[in-house]
């Protein structure tokens, strides 16, 4: 599916839905017991910057899930979410991911 919505890797022609792709696939790696893949496609949907307020709870989940598998690649995912959460402003979220 990711690669039908994001062929060359540039978001396609549905970036929004192809960083919400990458964050659901994440979940389902981590899920799967590849937290470091996990990491990357999250690193990859935030450094986009085409996560959209309404999924920016998928972030946190991932992050959440990452953290508890022990990886230490989350680190980078984290600074990532609390990075772009306070850029975008979007206070909620930047309070998922600082787990205040």
Do not use: F, I
């Not at 690669?3 to 540039?10: N, S």
């Not at 709870?57 to 022990?70: C, D, H, M, N, P």
């Amino acid at each position: 599916m990711l690669a039908d919505l994001d062929p060359h890797g540039d978001g396609g022609a549905r970036p929004r839905r192809s960083a919400s792709a990458r964050l659901d696939l994440g979940l389902a790696l981590v899920a799967a017991g590849q937290p470091d893949e996990a990491v990357a496609l999250g690193v990859q949907a935030v450094a986009s910057g085409r996560v959209v307020p309404s999924n920016w709870w998928r972030a946190a989940e991932l992050l959440t899930k990452v953290e508890q598998s022990g990886a230490p690649e989350a680190a980078t995912l984290r600074d990532l979410c609390v990075e772009y959460a306070r850029d975008a402003d979007y206070q909620r979220t930047a309070t998922l991911v600082s787990g205040h």
